[in-house]
């Protein structure tokens, strides 16, 4: 009957840290479309148009529960890449 108890509350605890990951993940979303229509409606009234852009193509970095490997190798030889001078 314990053992029950206890694993239900480890079951709660997960389903509500993948719940609060899941609902953050969301507001990201939502606030990186907001920008980008302000800022898309910025540009259109600076340029004189009042077009909308209707493909959206927001692509936003979530944030995942389990890191990914190589991210921090490819950012690094991205960096050297552009410090190094043409030859």
Do not use: C, W
């Amino acid at each position: 009957m314990i053992r029950d108890h206890i694993f239900r509350g480890k079951k709660s605890v997960i389903s509500f840290t993948r719940n609060l990951i899941q609902l953050s993940n969301n507001k990201i979303r939502q606030n990186a479309k907001q920008i980008i229509s302000n800022t898309t409606d910025f540009d259109a009234k600076q340029n004189g148009s009042r077009s909308k852009v209707v493909e959206d193509r927001t692509e936003v970095t979530t944030i995942h529960p389990y890191p990914i490997a190589g991210r921090e190798e490819q950012q690094y030889q991205t960096s050297r890449q552009q410090q190094e001078p043409f030859s």
